[in-house]
């Protein structure tokens, strides 16, 4: 099983602490995020990992080649998808990292500021036995029920169908009837009238290799985010919400004292 790690971001929410280091070496309980996240996603079958590089980029190569000379793991292989030229945002990380992943399976895309305690070979399970049953499903997001400004919106069938903006009323939208909310002052309630649920993205998600010919007319820099959105009315991108797991983001300073008690806790377990 392969799997994507996004720690190319300028991790601008933790400044002053990524002015000389990348988000994914920043420190929780003694490893870096990205050490925790190989080791996680390691522990949990996936063997064949993808780390994509911008920001301090070298610094994370160098993190990555001491880490498996001090703790060697069989079978373990990690390679760079190696973006220095241009931080290609979320959608076109993946896009470049094409020869590395598409192996004609599904594969995980993990954020590494993202910490759960989800089991992630279930989590992959799940989503690749939907892609099997529904071939017209290209991707299956972990969402949450936490608060967030930036929602994804999904139908009753956890089909996606938009996304909201509730600072700015922005509604996102490949269908008409949702996209003509945008900047409507009650947006939010007039979305939940109409059937849709809002949930937060989890920063977890298992995509079909189908949408690297999807991707192709993209720009070389785009959201993953907005690409599932061009392509909600065509295809289908499917929530996945889990109850009993615990998910923290720790793309902001305040986070971090909570992310050292979250993997305490882990630990212990």
């Known amino acids: ?46 063997a064949d990992i993808v780390v994509n590089v911008h920001h301090f980029g070298e610094m994370v190569e160098q993190a990555v080649h001491e880490f498996l000379q001090r703790e060697p793991h069989s079978g373990l292989r990690i390679c760079f998808s190696k973006e220095y030229d241009l931080l290609r945002d979320t959608g076109g990380g993946i896009r470049h990292a094409a020869h590395l992943l598409n192996d004609g399976e599904p594969f995980l895309v993990h954020n590494v500021d993202i910490l759960s305690d989800m089991a992630l070979d279930e989590f992959y399970s799940l989503c690749c036995g939907k892609m099997e049953q529904d071939s017209e499903i290209i991707s299956s997001v972990l969402v949450s029920g936490r608060y967030s400004d930036r929602r994804l919106l999904f139908d009753g069938d956890m089909r996606l169908r938009g996304w909201e903006n509730l600072k700015t009323n922005q509604i996102k939208s490949p269908f008409e009837e949702f996209e003509q909310l945008n900047g409507i002052e009650n947006a939010a309630e007039i979305v939940k009238c109409k059937g849709l649920q809002p949930y937060a993205f989890g920063g977890v998600h298992v995509i079909s290799p189908k949408v690297f010919s999807l991707m192709k007319n993209e720009e070389e820099k785009f959201s ?31 986070h971090l004292p909570l992310a050292e008690d979250f993997m305490r806790r882990m630990q212990m377990e």
Do not use: H
């Open 224 to 254: 993953i985010i907005d690409f599932y959105l061009a392509n909600a009315a065509r295809y289908k991108i499917v929530g996945e919400y889990i109850e009993d797991i615990e998910i923290l983001d720790v793309g902001r300073l305040e």
């Open 1 to 46: 099983m392969k799997a994507l790690i996004f720690a190319a971001g300028l991790g601008t929410r933790l400044r002053p602490l990524t002015a000389n280091k990348p988000k994914a070496l920043l420190e929780v309980c003694g490893r870096s995020l990205l050490e925790w996240q190989i080791l996680r996603l390691y522990s949990y079958g996936f």
